[in-house]
């Protein structure tokens, strides 16, 4: 076991915990603040020795799901190898939802919580940040793999501002599952 302590990986979190570099029940604390399945591209922004905003950005990461492959190898592996009260949730919601964006982001969110739950110690805390958007569907992903009476609060982060459009009532608020 290669020793991770104090480490920082880059890149996709489910091949860093599947590999070999966090034991499992090891970790004290996760937050866990992850893509909000926004349909957007983030950029990392520069900005020009003027504070001008640079047109040289980089995209970060793009917050867009789709079923395809990726997807329906990580349900198959969540159905037959994961939790068997995840496996029929995942199954009900993909009945339900059908294989579209936001069932792709439930499925990669699921299979990655299930190997949070692996390197989480007994005694360790998860806090997963999200919005309103699919807070409701990841807060049974939750129970599916960590038992509800292991939920301890819903905390409501209240912003500034809303991100939304003028033509209807702006997301004012992320939640935070504990």
Known sequence: MTAWKNQLY???NLSILRGQ??????????YLDPPFNSNATYNVLFAEKSGEKS??????FEDTWQWGVEAEAAY???VTLGPRKLADLLQALRSFLGRNNMMAYLTMMA???VELHRVLKPTGSI???????ASHYLKLILDAIFTPRNFRN???W??????????????LHDIIFF
Do not use: N, W
């Open 10 to 12: 880059f890149g996709d």
């Open 158 to 171: 209240k912003r500034t501002f809303s991100h939304g459009s003028s033509k209807r009532y702006g997301p």
């Open 21 to 30: 570099y966090i034991p499992a029940e090891s970790v004290d604390l996760i």
């Open 127 to 133: 806090y997963l940040h999200c919005d309103p958007t």
């Open 154 to 156: 819903e905390i409501i």
């Open 55 to 60: 047109a040289a950005q980089i995209t970060a």
């Open 111 to 113: 299979v990655r919580l």
């Open 76 to 78: 198959r592996d969540v």
